[in-house]
């Protein structure tokens, strides 16, 4: 059974739509993590969308809905709790520590399938239900609606919030506004590549591009593009290598991507 | 002025002042900042803004912003109440560190004065090109325009800003602090660009500093806060033994040293001279003062 085979069946199309979702909205959120400094908020999200998944699962049997609300719960915190960056970073490893915890007890209450836990934190991409998908799509959309009108005020408020909020930009709201947008992301990614892995697409693409260019437009658009031949290659080669979990093939890419960028980024960028 | 076209709505009608400041007073939890304060500023004019820690230079901005309300009394910016994100006013604030691996170039920082509160992506047109290349070699920076912001000195990312508030030909500029943390020749340069383009196109300038000497070959007046109380007038006015030891209620001594004005304490002059024009005893005693 070839590649082309597996192509024509429904959850290798349905894999593909949401590895495209997932990468773009990755793609488009990553270098604003990477410019506020959010890496660790991402995998406390990451962590904390877990625990919502064990949850979600045990209670209603649907984990991306449980993922959400914990990936949502966590948002809401930090934007409560850690508006200074040095104290959002405590806050969200006390948190993270906590709800890993809760969600390794939560799932030790859970009789369904025991790889139920393995796909939660290392991704089932091929395993999403056609409900599921539409689930992810609208999640999708929601983050490039959101991301396309804010693009410009929280890049201006990421990188200069001072004289931003001199020219009128709400930046604490737009803070809380991306936290949210974050969570969504993150439960997205987290079905393609897991909950453990999701800085593979959030952060690596957007970190690589910001190797090859100091133009906020290059970067954004070099970010998507990683991310999307990360995700889509990946679920690619775990077709033609049917044994193999995607998020393997996807943190590979990634992370090869990024080796690349590192090596040619000098050469590229421009230096003053 | 014709050469620098200003939005209508920005446009200060003749003979009215940029800034009224009417009996403002400004409390914070419970404190009193600054008390029945009075002020106009016309187009065109340099007013230094001088005082120790805490005694509200930052705010007074921030009021002229719009992001800070009064407590009571009256402010006007171009005839009207200030509110928030009116493009009239360029603000330039104090140098900062950005990472050296940014992915900001110089263009980018600039080009956020124009457009960078408005919702959308950041799409260049020819238009908005012209006009931040304008910009850049007005404060002649074109030449590191696309090196990223944080590689840059100092001086250079302090031209950006200036680049970046005057976009917009805004009848008003706010700086808070701009030259803290520059090399004495970048206070210089940075601090004449800004009078040039006040001279060129009749911009007033409300200057926030610590340090009055690198300004003061510009300033017209001078408003002095201390602990609630103020003063404004010229610099040889204000800036008199007299004038500041009423207005801190110490003893207080002004002494010119080779065109250098340095205020210092009555009891502190047998030792060193403190460094900057605020500078008044010891911390203590300042906070005192300030508070």
């Known amino acids: 059974m070839g590649l082309g085979f597996f192509l024509e069946q429904a959850f290798a199309q349905h894999a593909l739509i949401a590895g495209t979702l997932v990468a773009l909205t990755c793609g488009l959120i990553g270098p604003f993590v990477v410019v506020r400094g959010m890496a660790f908020a991402v995998h406390g999200t990451a962590e904390l969308a877990f625990t919502g998944a064990a949850g979600g699962l045990l209670v209603a049997d649907n984990p991306v809905a449980g993922a959400l609300v914990g990936a949502l719960a966590v948002a809401g915190i930090i934007s409560v709790l850690g508006r200074r960056e040095r104290e959002r970073d405590s806050v969200i490893g006390v948190i993270l520590a906590f709800g890993l915890g809760m969600g390794v007890f939560l799932l030790s209450f859970y009789r369904g399938f025991a790889t139920a836990a393995t796909n939660i934190l290392f991704g089932d991409i091929f395993g999403v239900s056609r409900g599921q998908l539409g689930l992810l799509l609208a999640i999708g959309l929601l983050v490039v609606v959101v991301m396309l009108t804010l693009y410009r005020p929280l890049l201006f408020a990421s990188v200069d919030p001072e004289v931003a909020e001199a020219r009128g930009v709400h930046v604490g709201a737009l803070g809380t506004v991306f936290l949210l947008v974050l969570a969504f992301t993150v439960t997205e990614a987290a079905q393609v590549v897991g909950t453990l892995l999701v800085l593979s697409l959030a952060i690596t693409p957007a970190a690589a591009a910001q190797r090859l260019s100091a133009n906020p437009v290059t970067v954004g658009a070099l970010s998507i593009v990683f991310a999307l031949v990360a995700a889509d290659g990946g679920l690619l080669a775990s077709l033609a290598h049917g044994s193999i979990k995607p998020s393997v093939f996807v943190t590979a890419i990634s992370f090869a991507i990024y080796v690349l960028a590192r090596l040619a980024g000098p050469r590229l960028k421009a230096t003053s | 002025m014709a050469a620098?076209?200003?939005?209508?709505?920005?446009?200060?009608?003749?003979?009215?002042?940029?800034?009224?400041?009417?009996?403002?007073?400004?409390?914070?939890?419970?404190?009193?900042?600054?008390?029945?304060?009075?002020?106009?500023?016309?187009?065109?004019?340099?007013?230094?803004?001088?005082?120790?820690?805490?005694?509200?230079?930052?705010?007074?901005?921030?009021?002229?912003?719009?992001?800070?309300?009064?407590?009571?009394?009256?402010?006007?910016?171009?005839?009207?109440?200030?509110?928030?994100?009116?493009?009239?006013?360029?603000?330039?604030?104090?140098?900062?560190?950005?990472?050296?691996?940014?992915?900001?170039?110089?263009?980018?920082?600039?080009?956020?004065?124009?457009?960078?509160?408005?919702?959308?992506?950041?799409?260049?047109?020819?238009?908005?090109?012209?006009?931040?290349?304008?910009?850049?070699?007005?404060?002649?920076?074109?030449?590191?325009?696309?090196?990223?912001?944080?590689?840059?000195?100092?001086?250079?990312?302090?031209?950006?800003?200036?680049?970046?508030?005057?976009?917009?030909?805004?009848?008003?500029?706010?700086?808070?602090?701009?030259?803290?943390?520059?090399?004495?020749?970048?206070?210089?340069?940075?601090?004449?660009?800004?009078?040039?383009?006040?001279?060129?196109?009749?911009?007033?300038?409300?200057?926030?500093?610590?340090?009055?000497?690198?300004?003061?070959?510009?300033?017209?007046?001078?408003?002095?806060?201390?602990?609630?109380?103020?003063?404004?007038?010229?610099?040889?006015?204000?800036?008199?033994?007299?004038?500041?030891?009423?207005?801190?209620?110490?003893?207080?001594?002004?002494?010119?040293?080779?065109?250098r004005i340095v205020v210092v304490s009555a009891e502190e002059i047998a030792g060193e001279p403190l460094e900057q024009g605020h500078h008044i005893g010891s911390p203590a005693e300042r906070e005192q003062v300030g508070g």
Request: overall charge positive.
């Open chain 2, 4 to 259: 620098w076209r200003r939005h209508a709505a920005c446009e200060v009608a003749p003979g009215r002042p940029v800034v009224r400041l009417q009996e403002a007073t400004l409390g914070h939890g419970g404190r009193t900042i600054w008390e029945g304060l009075n002020l106009a500023v016309s187009p065109g004019e340099f007013l230094a803004v001088l005082g120790p820690n805490g005694a509200g230079k930052t705010s007074l901005l921030k009021v002229l912003l719009g992001l800070f309300p009064l407590t009571a009394g009256t402010v006007e910016v171009h005839g009207q109440p200030p509110h928030r994100g009116r493009g009239c006013v360029g603000y330039v604030p104090q140098q900062r560190a950005f990472d050296p691996d940014l992915p900001i170039r110089g263009r980018d920082l600039v080009e956020f004065g124009l457009d960078g509160h408005r919702f959308g992506l950041p799409i260049m047109t020819a238009g908005k090109r012209r006009r931040i290349d304008g910009a850049l070699r007005s404060v002649r920076a074109t030449g590191y325009a696309d090196a990223p912001v944080g590689r840059l000195s100092g001086g250079e990312q302090q031209r950006l800003r200036i680049a970046q508030a005057l976009l917009t030909n805004p009848a008003l500029l706010l700086c808070d602090e701009p030259l803290s943390s520059l090399d004495l020749s970048h206070q210089r340069e940075v601090s004449s660009l800004i009078d040039e383009r006040r001279r060129q196109a009749g911009t007033a300038v409300i200057f926030v500093t610590h340090e009055i000497n690198p300004v003061l070959p510009y300033v017209d007046r001078v408003l002095y806060l201390v602990a609630g109380r103020w003063a404004v007038g010229t610099p040889q006015a204000i800036m008199t033994t007299g004038r500041l030891s009423d207005l801190y209620g110490t003893p207080v001594e002004v002494v010119e040293v080779g065109g």
